[in-house]
């Protein structure tokens, strides 16, 4: 399995938003330090995230960048997406990965130490972790766990952690002292003024 990309950008599908332009714009810039993960709302049909990661799979394939599909894992199959991401709401991690096979990316929610165990022994590749910080991009989270609750999740696992919820460019830092691999962004790209600027700051607060 190849390295994973330290800089996740989770679609922004929202009305109003544009995720493939944002995709276009950050593409050149990260290379193949993204992943970007096709995550439709709720009430989108299967179609509709069939269509919109066919695209990305695309668009990723000339830059070297992961695909990967958020809940949906046989939209993920369907367009060849390098794996999927899965929570509490989602198919289990174990079930995940039988679906997805043993070479897939798996990613799952975790958000303290006991559950990311857990979903290291089922078999994840990575964990999401979060919220981090405070996000208006999704409603009912619990409160944001901070660079603490991250510190607390790194030091009892040993796949990389991927920080998320309320994530900018001035918190990776922060985030990456506390045992941080990358981080997972929404709002800092595709509210941005300048994607491609804001994704070149982002991967150098990653990896310099
Ligand atoms: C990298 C990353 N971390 C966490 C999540 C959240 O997944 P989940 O808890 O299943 O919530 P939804 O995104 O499905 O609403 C994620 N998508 N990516
Ligand atoms: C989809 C999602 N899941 C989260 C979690 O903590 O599980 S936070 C989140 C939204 C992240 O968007 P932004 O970068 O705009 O805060
Ligand atoms: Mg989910």
């Known amino acids: 399995m190849p ?3 330290r800089l996740h950008l989770i679609t922004d599908t929202r009305p109003g938003r544009d995720p493939l332009a944002v995709l276009r714009a950050a593409l050149p810039v990260a290379r193949a330090e993204l992943v970007v ?6 009430d989108a049909t299967d179609r509709e995230a069939y269509e919109l990661a066919q695209r990305v799979v695309g668009l990723c394939r000339p830059y070297g960048a992961t695909c990967l599909v958020n809940d949906r894992l046989h939209v993920a199959l ?6 999927g991401h899965v929570g509490a709401e989602d198919l289990p991690v174990a079930a995940a990965r039988r679906v997805l096979g043993a070479g897939a990316v798996l990613g799952a929610t975790a958000r303290e130490p006991g559950g990311a165990a857990a ?6 590749t990575y964990l999401g972790v979060g919220p981090c ?4 991009t999704k409603a009912g989270l619990p409160d944001p766990i901070g660079p603490e609750g991250v ?8 796949v990389p952690v991927i920080a998320i919820g309320g994530v900018t460019v001035a918190s990776v ?3 990456r002292a506390a045992g941080a691999y990358g981080v997972a962004v929404v709002g800092a ?3 941005s003024p300048d994607p491609a600027r804001t994704t070149a700051e982002l991967i150098e607060a990653l990896t310099c």
């Not at 369907?78 to 794996?83: F, K, Q, R």
């Not at 979903?119 to 994840?124: C, K, P, R, Y």
């Open 133 to 136: 910080h405070a996000t208006t």
């Open 3 to 5: 390295s994973l990309g």
């Open 151 to 158: 510190r607390a999740v790194a030091g009892a696992v040993d």
């Open 189 to 191: 790209l595709s509210a």
């Open 173 to 175: 830092p922060a985030l």
């Open 37 to 42: 993960q096709v995550r439709v709302e709720d």
């Open 119 to 124: 979903a290291v022994a089922a078999g994840v």
């Open 78 to 83: 369907a367009v060849a997406a390098a794996g």
